[in-house]
């Protein structure tokens, strides 16, 4: 089964960055309808994001979610550590019975591959901030013919 947790996290801080930079309202809402998901499963994705400080949110009918700390000091890595804690990014087969030179030692080389697959993974997760990914976002909105490639606040303060 395919863990979806961390595009989800993503979708959600980055919607959540988005609202900010445009000066609107994030709720557990809002994020549900742009995740098309309940509500309550947003709040639940919000408990680790919210524990490590990576959003922030506050109660009440003008409650609102917000960025815990900059968008510029937020990695992707810390979001998918977040949401997946020490879930392994490659699950290896069971210890199996030592029958043949292949039975005896891929456990071990497995092991290795995927640890080695995971550090590649989380160095470029690192390197990657909200802020940066947010960036290319607007640079690559579909939505937008070609030539268009600034933020409506861009966009606003250019006139």
């Known amino acids: 089964m ?7 996290a993503l979708q959600m801080v980055l919607s959540v960055a988005y609202a900010e930079r ?14 098309e998901a309940n ?3 947003v709040r639940k994705m919000m408990v680790p994001l919210t524990r490590d400080g990576i959003i922030v949110s506050t109660l009440g009918r003008s409650g609102t979610i917000r960025l815990g700390r900059p968008a510029e000091a937020i990695t992707l890595c810390d979001i998918y550590m977040s949401v997946l804690e020490d879930k392994p990014l490659l699950a290896g087969r069971p210890e199996v019975p030592a029958r043949c030179l ?3 030692n891929t456990c071990w080389f497995f092991k290795e591959l995927a640890r080695e697959a995971e550090q590649a993974s989380m160095n470029v997760l690192a390197r990657r901030t909200v802020a940066d990914a947010l960036k290319e976002i607007y640079e690559r909105d579909r939505r937008c013919p070609e030539d268009r490639r600034e933020t409506p606040k861009e966009a606003e303060n250019a006139e």
């Open 2 to 8: 395919l863990d979806i947790r961390f595009p989800t």
């Open 22 to 35: 445009e000066g609107k309202r994030s709720t557990s809402k809002t994020l549900a309808t742009g995740l």
């Open 39 to 41: 509500p309550s499963f």
């Open 102 to 104: 292949v039975s005896a």
